[in-house]
T-cell receptor
């Protein structure tokens, strides 16, 4: 079993839809949680970062962490074609990050 | 205002011919990482430096080496590239004052092996 599981998609939604992306994990030692966005042929770009259970909002993005269920989510409101990318969850403890394999999102105009 | 810069963006080398990838940063972060990412896969950590201290992952092949001559620069050396080493190589940095700080990535070097 992988330490971090993420549905690879692809996930195709119409413009303006609410998008929900999810990851589950098995290691209860993970202390902090991140979401990265990766466009084709580019490096991962940090979107959201949190180290506690609960919700964190930044513009159209909301990150949710449920440590008791070992489950994290990223919600994108009013999705735009420019949101089309691969979204990677990542979590860690100490100086090591473990990534999910990414969910490919396509937002159709 | 790129903060983590990787050169070159694309590198082609021959099977078995040594190749060096470079990473520089303007963030003055003391932790630097090298990851390997294959198509549709998660980035896989190869090694990282905390200041000058080198930390190798247990499953990183001996074929992969790294050098960090100063805070700003870090190099990835692949001594004898095989076809399976074709991938995107990502460099990342982190402010090591606290272990839970986020990592910041460059745009990667895409390595092809002929």
């Amino acid at each position: 079993q992988k330490e971090v599981e993420q549905d690879p998609g692809p996930l195709s939604v119409p413009e303006g839809a609410i998008v929900s992306l999810n990851c589950t994990y098995s290691n209860s030692a993970f202390q902090y949680f991140m979401w990265y966005r990766q466009y084709s042929r580019k490096g991962p770009e940090l979107l959201m970062y949190t180290y506690s259970s609960g919700n964190k909002e930044d513009g159209r993005f909301t990150a949710q962490v449920d440590k008791s269920s070992k489950y994290i989510s990223l919600f994108i409101r009013d999705s735009q074609p420019s949101d089309s990318a691969t979204y990677l969850c990542a979590m860690g403890s100490s100086y090591k990050l473990i990534f999910g394999s990414g969910t490919r999102l396509l937002v159709r105009p | 205002d790129a903060m983590v810069i990787q050169n070159p963006r694309y590198q082609v080398t021959q099977f078995g011919k040594p190749v060096t990838l470079s990473c520089s940063q303007t963030l003055n972060h003391n932790v630097m990482y090298w990851y390997q990412q294959k198509s549709s896969q998660a980035p896989k950590l190869l090694f990282h430096y905390y200041d000058k201290d080198f930390n190798n992952e247990a499953d990183t092949p001996d074929n992969f080496q790294s050098r960090r001559p100063n805070t700003s620069f870090c190099f990835l050396d692949i001594r004898s590239p095989g076809l399976g080493d074709a991938a995107m190589y990502l460099c990342a940095t982190q402010d090591g004052a606290y272990s839970n700080q986020p990592q910041h990535f460059g745009d990667g070097t895409r390595l092809s092996i002929l």
